[in-house]
Each structure stands twice: as structure tokens, then as C-alpha cells.
């Protein structure tokens, strides 16, 4: 059986993520503005994974 390229764990903080994106919750770091890109908001879920310590691919 092939490894996980992501962790449950971070699969979990990209699920919360987006779910906040769709719910209009979600904004971006410093200036505050509301993600609406579901991509942006994959990236803030991997970022968050990545400082809390989850198994996630090195930043390209």
C-alpha cells in the first residue's frame, strides 16, 4: 500500500480551511482580505499543517 503524500492530520487543517473559504470566513494574513480562491485557501491549510508539525511535501 503506497504512503500518504499528506497526513490526515493535514488533510484535516486543508478540510477546516476551506470550509471556512466557502462560509466567507476566510482572510488572507496581513491584509486582511477575504480568500475566494479555493487554491489560496489549500495553501493557508498546508501552512498551518506545516507550523503545527503535520507530514506535508516541502514548499516547492
Given amino acids: 500500500m ?3 503524500k499528506y497526513s490526515r492530520k493535514s488533510q484535516r ?3 477546516e480551511e476551506v ?3 466557502k462560509r ?4 488572507s494574513g496581513r491584509s486582511g482580505k ?3 480562491n479555493p487554491k489560496q485557501a ?3 491549510g498546508l501552512s498551518k ?6 507530514r506535508v ?3 516547492r
Fill in 24 to 27: 466567507g470566513r476566510l482572510h
Fill in 34 to 36: 477575504k480568500v475566494t
Fill in 2 to 4: 503506497p504512503r500518504r
Fill in 42 to 44: 489549500i495553501a493557508i
Fill in 49 to 54: 499543517a506545516r507550523k503545527r508539525g503535520a
Fill in 19 to 21: 470550509h471556512e473559504m
Fill in 13 to 15: 487543517y486543508v478540510k
Fill in 57 to 59: 511535501p516541502r514548499k
